[in-house]
């Protein structure tokens, strides 16, 4: 006869063996969410990582009742390899607006930014992360919240690395970005890459200054303007600079359009030219942005 803290103990680890076993069979959950309870809510129960290699649109609901937002997930071809993958989480532009709710709204993912760089395999050529495109609807859903919910649901339905989270955002999304940087004093993010935008509220960056930040954009973007991420650069300065100065890199006569992200995210494609100084300080030439991002953890 089984007693009844022995039953217990079964059912514990058939619920722990359920949680990494959900998704089609196959152990892709996070280890995190086999030892934070607090991310079980979030785990899935089908269509997570299922074509390791290619960019795939999951609409909200076709990973499980967990899943709230649509997304495109993208893990590289050796992905059941290891369990500690670093992540990129892409925060998209006013193009990619949508719903989340169909394949349809998500499609501009296959031919915007960085999802549409992996879709034709124009990014980082070594495939070293998994990268996440959360779709948001309007300006007010790219909330602080809503970007930390899809982060604890990639911790809990991924192989990452929970002190690798990296965050990116183009155009738009550094209101996403701002926001989830300014509630959270930098949140889980180990280093934010913006490509052709500024994070606001600015007077705000002085909570998030302890996390490494490279900002990149077109000399002649009228839309975003280096000007208004001098200012970023400036609050996270403040008094006392942070451990890791952020980084301004210029490219030369580039406007508010596709160039800086194609420049920013294919490193072997970029030959623009480059601006060496602005308002006094010091620019940052460009280099291979994947590894920049390895640099740091938490």
């Given at each position: ?58 609409p909200v609901g076709t990973t499980g009742t967990p899943q709230v937002r649509g997304y495109a997930e993208y893990v590289p071809p050796n992905y059941t390899s290891k369990d500690n993958w670093p992540v990129i989480i892409n925060l998209h532009g006013d193009g990619e607006l949508g719903d ?199």
């Open positions: 006869m089984i007693s009844g803290k022995r039953k217990m103990k079964l059912f514990f680890l058939s619920f722990t063996m359920g949680l990494l076993f959900s998704c089609n069979g196959n152990p892709t959950t996070s280890s995190s969410s086999a030892t934070d309870t607090s991310l079980a809510k979030y785990v899935c129960t089908k269509n997570i990582a299922t074509t390791p290699g290619s960019l795939k649109l999951l989340g709710l169909t394949e349809a709204s998500l499609t501009p993912f296959t031919y915007s930014c960085l999802p549409g760089m992996i879709y034709n395999n124009t990014w980082d050529k070594q495939h070293r992360f998994v990268v996440l495109s959360p779709q948001f609807s309007t300006y007010a859903d790219r909330s602080a919240v809503n970007v930390n919910t899809f982060v604890q649901y990639a911790k809990a339905n991924y192989k990452i690395d929970a002190t690798r989270i990296y965050m990116t955002a183009v155009s738009g999304g550094g209101v996403a970005l701002g926001n989830y940087l300014s509630t959270y004093s930098g949140g889980e993010a180990a280093a934010v890459l913006p490509v052709s935008c500024y994070l606001p509220p600015i007077a705000s960056a002085t909570k998030w200054k302890a996390v490494p930040a490279w900002f990149l954009l077109g000399s002649a973007d009228s839309t975003v303007k280096p000007s208004n991420v001098v200012k970023n650069y400036t609050a996270i300065m403040g008094t006392t600079p942070p451990t890791v100065v952020p980084k301004i890199t210029l490219y030369t006569g580039v406007g508010h359009d596709a160039n800086s992200v194609n420049k920013t995210y294919y490193p072997e494609g970029n030959d623009n030219k480059l601006e060496t100084s602005f308002s006094g300080i010091t620019l940052t030439p460009y280099s291979n942005i994947y590894d920049w991002f390895l640099l740091y953890h938490k």
